[in-house]
């Protein structure tokens, strides 16, 4: 009978992945692959977990194989219809919640929102939060409305959050205001050999991309966002490691003031910003 041992050492994955996996098919606590380590397994989950294998030695995403992804200390559900939570995109969160700290039952949107990673977090650290969350995707819709119900308290005092199927701001009701806009839009341009590698390879291309230089999903939130926003609101948008400049002078041009960007823990300018004051 095959053992954890045994897998662990002729898996071709690194021995992290592995374990990852192993827990997910077992339904194991961590600490159990070494205490447990020499117990015989089921034939059935040594199947289910080589398959799993295959398949991320194929390359397909850990996160995609196991349904999950932890993002700003909650657990996701993740599917092949939404971009994978990252923790870089944590700083988008972080930048929103200080935008909103002094306001009261403060009104959030998230452009954007594919598995509902940011707009929950934030719900989720601003309980008296009105959060309304739009997508194109009906699918990725799907996925962030499960999450919300299974991450967000129902009776918190901002309420449940609101979801939208549109194309950024098109089908949201014009007399909307908010204190704050976040977007985590398709930022990668389309001849980057990026998306041919890695991950990206099994994520939506459209949640990726905008099918041209990168900039054009960033352009059409900029300019719609201030007819959204309250005096002094504030957006905020993640970006390519190379697009900050660009970035802030497309805001500078569209009326925002204290226009800057913020750099993530390796140093890179990942998300751009400011305020609208007319």
């Known amino acids: 009978m095959t053992t954890v041992a045994e897998l662990l050492r002729g898996s071709p994955l690194p021995s992290l992945e592995t374990r990852v996996l192993l827990t997910h098919v077992l339904g194991w606590r961590r600490t159990e692959l070494i205490t447990r380590d020499s117990e015989p397994l089921d034939s059935a989950a040594v199947e289910r977990y080589r398959a799993l294998e295959a398949r991320r030695a194929d390359g397909e995403p850990i996160a995609q194989l196991v349904g999950v992804r932890e993002f700003f200390g909650l657990e996701f559900e993740v599917t ?25 039952a403060p009104r959030v949107l998230d452009l954007g929102t594919g598995s509902g990673a940011i707009a929950i977090a934030i719900a989720s650290a601003r309980d008296d939060a009105h959060v309304r969350a739009v997508d194109r995707s009906e699918a990725a819709l799907g996925v962030a409305e499960r999450n ?33 806009i976040v977007s ?95």
């Open 80 to 104: 092949p219809d939404v971009l994978i939570p990252r923790p870089e995109t944590e700083l988008l969160v972080e930048t929103a919640l200080a935008a909103i700290e002094a306001i009261a």
């Open 148 to 180: 919300a119900v299974k991450l967000l308290d129902a009776a918190r005092a901002g309420g449940t959050l609101t979801f939208t199927q549109s194309d950024w701001t098109e089908a949201l009701d014009p007399s909307l205001r908010f204190h704050a």
């Open 184 to 278: 985590n839009p398709p930022y990668i341009a389309d001849d980057d050999p990026h998306l041919h590698q890695g991950d990206l390879r099994f994520e939506p291309r459209g949640a990726l991309t905008d099918e041209a230089d990168g900039l054009s999903a960033i352009r059409a939130i900029v300019q719609a966002a201030p007819f959204l926003l309250v005096p002094n609101g504030a957006l905020w948008l993640e970006h390519g490691y190379d697009q900050a400049a660009e970035v802030r002078a497309l805001l500078t041009a569209r009326g925002f003031t204290g226009v800057h960007s913020k750099t993530d823990i390796a140093g890179i300018e990942r998300i751009s910003g400011g305020i609208f004051t007319a």
